[in-house]
């Protein structure tokens, strides 16, 4: 039987992507007493990236925020692996930080970085309201658009 969260997840049409393996010598997630510390989740989407390019360029808004939300159903397909397949354990989502890509003078990285929290939303409730930085970056790993990484407090 799912899981509240699997439920709500599938009410919503939300799928998760298969589980990227980590892209170096560091491990997916680390888990310290009641919470989960994920490493940063690429837009990636069955072991393909989807959104390379630099926000101010290359890559309109709307394209930032599906990456940033791509990136948070990697960090929730991640967290599900960690726990066991149980996303109930979730308490809350802590904290996330999310990567731009983009060019010097961009300053929409808030409005990026928004397609990952609106997911957190969508998919924990209110136990997805967290704390956030959106920050500028003028490179990423394979020149992806977007990266997150993320906190989350467990039972």
């Known amino acids: 039987m799912a899981g509240t969260v699997e439920a709500r997840m599938q009410e919503k049409g939300i799928e998760l992507p298969q589980v990227a393996a980590p892209q170096g ?4 997630y680390v888990i310290s007493g009641n919470l989960v510390f994920m490493a940063g989740q690429l837009p990636m989407l069955n072991g393909e990236i989807q959104v390379k390019g630099k926000l101010g360029d290359d890559v309109s808004l709307e394209d930032g925020q599906k990456a940033a939300r791509l990136c948070g159903l990697n960090l929730i397909a991640q967290l599900r692996q960690a726990l066991g ?4 354990r979730v308490e809350r989502v802590v904290k996330l930080t999310g990567f731009v890509n983009a060019v010097p003078d961009y300053a929409g ?5 928004n397609g990952v929290s609106d ?6 409730g209110d136990a997805g309201a967290h704390a956030r930085a959106a920050v500028g970056a003028g490179s990423l790993p394979f020149g992806v658009a977007v990266e997150v990484e993320g906190i989350f407090e467990i039972k």
């Open 119 to 124: 997911l957190m939303a969508e998919v924990f």
């Open 25 to 28: 010598a560091y491990l997916p």
């Open 85 to 88: 397949g149980d996303l109930d």
């Open 109 to 113: 990285q808030p409005k990026v970085v």
